[in-house]
């Protein structure tokens, strides 16, 4: 098992708190970005810059991306496509993304940016804090127990 960061909009408290799982876990953990990034040296994570265009890093994530594997990403399309691929999906704020629930998720983003295309001001995410942070910390540990738990 690996992990995948979609690293463009991954919230720097979000990068820690993987970094420091990536260490403790001695998982293989990959950043995704259209831009140089810095990661702390360890034989656990690396950085892979990508070209500059729409969905470079997300189409790497998913061509690289192997059955068990977990990706870090908010990008609902990219979640559907690492589900597709029978991938787990985890948004920063430690919500995982599921066969079960991705349709619906696919149909709210897609009805949203409708609206948003056709003038409607609709507000976005509430801002990312604390609580987010801790979810998402509470979501990954219970996922990476279950990885190494005998099975």
């Known amino acids: 098992m690996q992990i995948w960061v979609d690293a463009d909009a991954c919230p720097g ?12 876990t001695r998982i293989m953990t990959t950043l995704v970005a259209n831009q140089m990034l810095r990661v702390p040296p360890s034989p656990y994570i690396r950085a ?3 070209p ?3 969905d470079v890093a997300d189409q790497r994530i998913v061509q ?4 068990g594997d ?15 691929r029978q991938a787990h999906a985890l ?3 430690g919500e995982f993304y599921t066969p079960e629930n991705i349709s619906e998720r696919l149909s709210m983003r ?4 409708e609206l948003r295309g056709s003038g409607v001001d609709i507000s976005g995410p509430a801002a990312f804090g604390a609580s987010d942070r801790q979810a998402f910390a509470a979501q ?5 127990a279950r990885q190494s738990a005998p099975k």
Do not use: Y
Request: aromatic content about 8%; overall charge neutral; proline content about 4%.
């Open 13 to 24: 408290v979000i990068k820690e708190i993987l970094f420091r799982a990536a260490q403790r």
């Open 48 to 50: 892979r810059q990508v």
């Open 64 to 67: 690289d991306v192997q059955a």
């Open 91 to 93: 948004n920063p704020r």
């Open 140 to 144: 990954l540990d219970r996922f990476l």
């Open 52 to 54: 500059s265009g729409f």
């Open 70 to 84: 977990l990706v870090i990403t908010a990008d609902i399309p990219l979640a559907a496509l690492v589900v597709e």
């Open 110 to 113: 897609n009805f949203m940016e």
